[in-house]
């Protein structure tokens, strides 16, 4: 359900009894109803305590203000929780990164198109100009900024202009680069990248090519948020495929194009929806 009177609440605290009775009864004493609740708990014992919840609840929209603010003072406080509610009809702002390869960008902005992902899409950025006419076939602004290999700060910082305010995702379909150590930091756990490999396997640059060099017999994918240590942030989805002796790496290539659609796609959605907590550059999915 997505409609202005449900929202959803994403709770992270200190594990203790009572949380789960705070928070229903919360929610209960506000008139609203509990669709959908997941919860996990490291260690029950003094462990960390994850919560993600929908619920619906009349006239949400116009008292959304008075209800954060009473969570705030009732619940959050006394079990001193990082948390975070919003309407499930919020779309949040996006934007993609490029490079040459369009397929991962292209399943994307075909799942966009049928509403099947709650965001928008300012605009798709490209280092490169190829794919512009496709992406203007879609109605979405492209923007290509090329890579100044002798400052590359230079090019990050018309990325960043570029971007504008409020960007609450910034998804790398296949964006050939590496991003700053500074880039990186004002988007923490906000940058979603594909990698065309099974993570933590052939790390860096191509991984098809270093897989059928090792005989691997399955390829894989792994979407991931970005962190300054490349191909090694919090992992949010991977898949695989088996592969034979008898493909080459140009079918590795061709076969993991389809796992890094679907892998992407997913990961992309379940951060929409706030169902990846970050936990010790670890991950915990409610999917």
Known sequence: MTTENTARLVIQCEDKPG?????????????????????????PKGGKFFMRLEFHSPHLSENMVLIKQAFQDTVA????????????ARKQKAVILVSKHEHVLFELLWQYQQNELNMDIAKVISNHPDLEQSVNSFGIPFLCIPMNTKDKASTEAKILDALGSEIDLIILARYMQILSKDFVHQ????????????????????????????????????????????????IIAQDVEHVTHRDSAKDLK??????????????????????????????????
């Open 254 to 287: 061709q076969k993991g194009r389809h796992i890094e659609q679907r892998v992407l796609s997913k990961a992309v959605k379940w951060h929409l929806e706030s169902r990846v907590f970050v936990y010790n550059n670890r991950t915990l999915v409610f999917n």
């Open 187 to 234: 988007f923490k756990d906000k940058i979603i990248n594909i990698h065309h490999s099974f993570l933590p396997a052939f790390i860096g640059a191509d991984p098809y090519q270093q897989a059928h060099d090792r005989g691997v017999k399955v390829i894989g994918a792994t979407a991931h948020y970005v962190t300054e240590q490349l191909d090694q942030g919090p």
């Open 19 to 43: 949380i789960v009775s705070a928070v229903s009864t919360f929610l209960f004493n506000q008139g609203a109803n509990i669709n959908t609740l997941d919860q996990y708990s490291t260690d």
């Open 77 to 88: 406080d006394r079990f001193g929780m990082e948390w975070k509610l919003q309407s499930t």
